[in-house]
């Protein structure tokens, strides 16, 4: 990941010198554009984007490009009809002192540019730039403008309103969404991604036209809560880079639009100023609440990424030495068991178990992971399942002698499917039903077929699973209770065998009673999809 590292060597170079010329002209620019899409007052507009990209360069590239603030937004100031220019100076000055306490408090309590990456971050963000240090400048401003004659005592209130929440929207969405470009500009490219975040994109642009229209279609301004559900799908799909734009472009539209008179609302016989005030507000609480729930997904995303590029790799480099193991326990029972040896015989054989046991574990671990990055293929073919379960049931009840395992075949057919991961599942289901059931002599299993499908449902008659506990015993990483504190496990083996059932266009179901055993059931259709054959 990339993050501009020119903060080291803060003295002013030729460079340094020419990059603040270059940002002070781009604040000047800004600062003018905003104006004239939007004024409300003297120096004051509802949509002031300077002020974010101003923090977001000063957290990027260091504390000495505060001049290009104080340049900038003196220039755009004294340029302004009839401003003094001891008044556009104090203005210039509180902006700048708005940034660079902006930054320092980002920097000294938020990690800096790493504050929208995680979401205890993001909210000390909020709380100390987004909501606290942005009304530096409005109050500096307001006084200003009053003393100097150009602000009417009763027009302090809102304007200060609209110049703080101005503030407050370019640094909750401008300066994010300008650091998060910056440093994580290399995801979110892959085709899948661009067109769920273009889906988004429109249905967004969608709900912001029905904010529009003569006569609208909405009926008042509680009905920007038309944005949220959107809003949410963004937090929750997309990266928090691209859900701070989406809402950057979104609050930039309907605020300049309602204030140009572009998007009329049923509630435009209002104060307009009464008006511009409660949509910033309302637009800044869904930011807040969308941005704040985007960075906590993206760290749960980031999280689980990790966990599961390490599940990979560590199965992977486990999975070899175990099978050379494997094959030097072979060797060694070749070579040195004797007939009389009935002991080194029991010793050798419970390795062996053990061996195969970890062996599961890992290739359980391994499916996990590439269930997880959508890398497992799955190689079907045709072959008869009863012959299937018939052979799962012969090998295994050799490994367990302590249960019956009864098949009872009212039904049959082909499927389409991986057989050799079809296989695991029967394994799998069949182990957790003489495991969980010690005191147990026997295990049924019942094979049906329909028109449809063919089902396979496995009886033990152990100790159970809770009723409150059956609904999450597919989940990664579940174990109930009694299982979890008497028998070792991970927890990932019925995950699996559910996501193998369901990559197969099947279902699987547990019935059970705590004491008195549990029925697993999967089914497999007939005649696969075509998408399912492969």
Known sequence: MFYPDVRQNQHFSLNVITGIFLFGVAYFVVAKVGLLLAPVGPSVAVVWSPIGIAVAVLLLFGHRFWPGVALGAFFANVTAADMPVIVALSIAGGSTLEVVATVYLTN??????????????????????ALGTTAISATIGIVSLFLSGLLEIENIVYTWSIWWLGNVGSTLLIAPSIVLWVTDWKYGWSRK???????????????VMLLSGNPPLLVDLIDLIVLLPILTLAAVRLYTRDT????????????????TGAITLSAMDHDIRQLLIAAQTSLILLAITATI??????????????KDLFI???????KTPLATLKILLQLVEHNVKAPEDSELEEHLNDMGAQIDATTKIITDLLDLAKM????????RKRFAFGALVEEVIRDYQLLVPSHAITLRKLGDGDVTADR????????????????YSPEANKVVVELRSSPKTLSLRIQDFGIGIPEKQQVRIFGRF???????????????????????IEMHGGTISVESEEGKGSVFTFTLPLNAPARFIG
């Open 420 to 435: 050799a991961r079809i296989r695991r599942v029967l394994v799998n289901l069949l182990s957790n039903a003489v495991k």
């Open 478 to 500: 579940f174990r109930a209770d009694e299982a979890r504190q008497r028998y070792p496990g991970l927890g990932i083996g019925l995950y699996v065998a559910a996501q193998t």
């Open 372 to 379: 997880q990055s959508g890398d497992l293929v799955l190689e």
């Open 193 to 207: 991604y661009l067109l769920e975040a273009t889906a988004i994109g429109l249905a967004l642009v969608a709900s």
């Open 293 to 306: 729930t985007s960075s906590l997904t993206t760290e749960r995303k980031e999280l689980a990424s990790r």
């Open 108 to 129: 000294r309590f938020a990690k800096g540019i790493h504050a929208f990456r995680r979401a205890h971050t993001f909210v000390r963000y909020i709380i100390l730039a």
């Open 312 to 318: 990979g790799i560590a199965s992977h480099e486990l």
């Open 244 to 259: 701070i734009t989406l809402l950057l472009l979104v609050s930039i539209v309907v605020i300049s639009g309602i204030a």
